[in-house]
């Protein structure tokens, strides 16, 4: 059986060659006909991955239910605003006995959802499981050690991505705390835009850890209203991802953080990064969640406001400093 | 349903827990079969020491083996294992009686009705030659009609909300007036000593279950006894909240154990290779006025001490409350609803009427694929919790859509609300000790808040995410308010509410905050959830 990757963005193109680098068959479905020859063909996928190779056991295809069919592990990488479209195509193509490994960093917009509950929703499959951590693509795909977290509570699932990921360059952990790990992984693209602002406006490496220990305060609060259990936001998923999507020049939302402290209005700032900012769509919605659930989350607020509500940069990032300071460890 | 399979139940159920004891112990690193039997000394030795009067045979029983134990051969011990099992196998079945279960059909409503009629005679006289009042009471909703189609599919597992001891007496009166057998299902012992209503378990199909029991050896014993009845196709019951709900909610944190036996049973059925499917069946019971609510909510705000796993001495065993109780129903007219919910198989997925699970997009699947990999159908213990824990989930969810809102339950919500909202303090029991019938609200400004709140609730129905009750549905805010202001003050002592002149003064606050905790955790109103350890979503 080969296994079936869904989305040919910069993560899921390299979780495509990372698989084939450990010796599997991997189908990769992508809408885009001319991303699909250029992987078949030329073995690169220019738009997301430019300067690194595509290991040739990655095989990529348009045809959805010829990759579904043919495994039995699917791996979806399909960003928050297409999850469930493309959960639901595929449901019809699915069987009890399928597990399905996610991805993907966010949340839905207008349910709040995570995206394992959409899958839950929209498909018959139950083996399901999360893969989320401080993972820079271009650092795996230049063959540099990393490491990341499998969240699930099937034993099978675990064992799967282990199988499928884990290899000298790359250690897999588990967690079944499926909730923490897929808040801690959307949560922690709103922090890095205020990284990106702080880097941009050169406020310094106090200012940055500030941000990063506060910000994993309110992404626990946040998490811990939905059920997420406090010391997973200590682990990978949580302070370990949040560390390096802040301090990493690559990373996408920093990179939105800083063009946008430089002046640079939202639609170019995105245009300008040419893929998804997951940072954006959950600002919105981690803004909702603090609101209606009445959760402490001064810094998410003020992306927020940056980002939806055009307020500026530096306007916010002194306001932050101005607040009352509360308890410093406040959970 | 075959009564003469109950001695193969009980030696099934025997032969299966004694050989898993016995392949543990010689599994490498496995548990020693004499460390079993310490366990069951230990447990049963502090039992019986709490056991004020009785229990001398036990108490000789362990006492020899605790004697001969230490000159026991592996071979031996393995026996006394057998021994302690079958011991606890025929405790538990013991009450089951083939004959009686037959009998059971035909006994049950006119047992009730005499109960009660006898405890209000006005109503006995005037009612003669009319309909049984149980049938006038007690409404049933929801997929009737499609559990008894399935009922022919496979077997069918009935989980209902758990108010009060009355829940297994009415259930038990709905399901003859379906024309359904009997169902089997866990009693604890303390209703089989409760002189009332220990009559009716006898008759109801029941198995015992003795809480006091904390030998893990009996608790496995109980669970394989609810897998393999359910395997021999015999529709059972059980409360997966465990113990009657203190706080007034809806459940949400459910039981796995039992629950598993659904799944247990299932997959047994499935890899001997039997196209078996097990249907869960949700049910909510919806009171207007509980029998032992004053006596649950005390337990709950654990103001009599520390809370009680057990409560024996409660409404339920006395007399004079339940005469209060019948007289208050009858003279109100008052409707307690039955609401069956949809079906679903052991991992939580929607059934339709022939018994063929469904996913989300309504297409037939193959439940055995959750058990299945490369095709064969595998054990997982840790993957099973999971699909239990979903399913429970499933039932959590099925339960609050199938919630009917009572006038009674809508009246206190509102009620508490304006409370809560205009008062200073954050402590919950500070606060309820804070309302006094001296401090009484004006009726209008209750009924603004009543109106609001029946407009959320009827754009909810609408949604299918509550069900009303039939006051609540098609009366006016204040009719809905006098209607619950009299049932109020129809059987508890304290009225959690009644009517002083132009204002509404609150009686028992506790009251109040069991009958709107029906309601809650629902956000309705904006309100937060004030019943702790509630997680939304």
Known sequence: MSICLLGSGN???TLAHLMACNGHDVKLWCRSRSVRDEINKKHTNRRYTEGFPIHKGVQASNDLRACVDSSDTIIHVIPSKAFREVSRTIAHMLRPDHVIIHATKGLEQGTQKRM???????????????????????????????GTVIATRFPRVAAEAQRLFAGPRFRVYDNSDVVGVEMGGALK??????????????????????????????MTRIGMSFGAEAPTFMGLAGMGDLMVTCASPHSRNHRLGRAMAAGTGLEEALASLGMVAE??????????????????????????????????????????????????IDL | MNEADAPAIRADVVHRVVASVIAESRAGGGRPVREVINETLFHEKRRLARRSEGGDEERAYYREIRHKLPQTSAIDAESIVSDIVTRYADEISGHFNPSIYRFATGVINPGLTGLLNGLS?????????????????????????????????????????????????????????????????????NLFENRIVGYFMHNL???????????????????????????????????????????????????????????????NCAAAGHDRRVFVVPVTINYPLVLEAATL????????????????????????RWAQYARGLFALDMHIYLRFGAAMDPFGNPVDEHGDSLDPQGRVIDPSGYLRR?????????????????????????????????????????????????????????????????????????????????????????????????????????????????????????AAARRDGSFIAVENANLLFYYRNRLDGLGLRGQRSEVPGRISR
């Open chain 1, 279 to 328: 940072g954006v769509n959950t600002s919105r919605v981690a803004h909702e969640i603090a609101t209606e659930r009445r959760v402490y989350a001064p810094v998410v607020e003020a992306v927020y406001q940056m980002v939806h509500e055009d307020r500026a940069p530096s306007d916010v990032a002194r306001e932050l400093m101005l607040m009352e300071a509360r308890p410093d």
């Open chain 1, 189 to 218: 693209n709103i922090i890095a835009i205020a990284g990106g602002v702080i880097a941009a406006l050169e406020l310094g490496e106090n200012a940055r850890s500030l941000l990063i220990t506060r910000g994993l305060g309110e």
């Open chain 1, 116 to 146: 394992s509950e959409i899958l839950c929703e929209e498909t018959c499959v139950r083996q399901i499981g999360v893969l989320s951590g401080p993972n820079i693509a271009r650092e795996i795909l230049a063959d540099k050690p990393a």
């Open chain 2, 205 to 267: 199909g029941a198995y015992t279950v003795d809480r006091l029991k904390t030998d893990p050896l009996y608790r496995r014993v109980l669970k394989e006894y609810s897998t393999v009845v359910i395997e021999y196709g015999r529709h059972s019951l059980f409360f997966p909240g465990g113990t009657r709900s203190r706080s007034g909610c809806v459940e949400t944190h459910l039981k796995k154990g039992l629950l598993g036996t659904a799944l247990d049973a299932y997959r």
């Open chain 2, 374 to 494: 490369g095709g064969e159908i595998v054990e997982d213990e840790q993957r099973d919790r999971e699909y239990t824990r979903l399913l429970a989930a499933a039932i959590a969810n099925a339960f609050q859509k199938n919630t009917v809102a009572c006038a009674t339950n809508v009246v206190a919500y509102a009620l508490f609300s304006v409370l809560r909202n205009e008062s200073s303090e954050s402590d919950l029991y500070r606060f309820l000790r804070s309302v006094t019938p001296e401090l009484p609200t004006p009726v209008d400004t209750v009924l603004e808040e009543l109106r609001a709140l029946l407009e959320e609730l009827a754009y909810r129905e609408s949604e299918g995410r509550i069900h009303l009750g039939e006051i609540v549905r098609t009366k006016d805010a204040e009719l809905i308010l006098e209607h619950a202001l009299k049932r109020f003050g129809a059987y508890h002592t304290d």
């Open chain 2, 297 to 320: 909510i005390d337990d709950h705000l654990q103001i009599s001490g520390r809370a009680r796993h057990i409560i024996v001495d409660d409404e339920f065993s006395r007399l004079e």
């Open chain 2, 121 to 189: 005679p006005k109503r006995l006289f005037r009612r003669r030659g009319s309909l049984q009042p149980w049938d006038e009471m007690l409404v049933r909703q929801g997929e009737v009609d499609k559990l008894l189609k399935l009922r022919e599919r496979g077997t069918i597992l009935l989980v209902p909300t758990h108010s009060s001891n009355l829940d297994s007496i009415l259930l038990g009166a709905a399901i003859e007036r379906m024309g359904l057998p009997p169902f089997t299902y866990g009693a604890g012992l």
């Open chain 1, 11 to 13: 993560w899921g193109t």
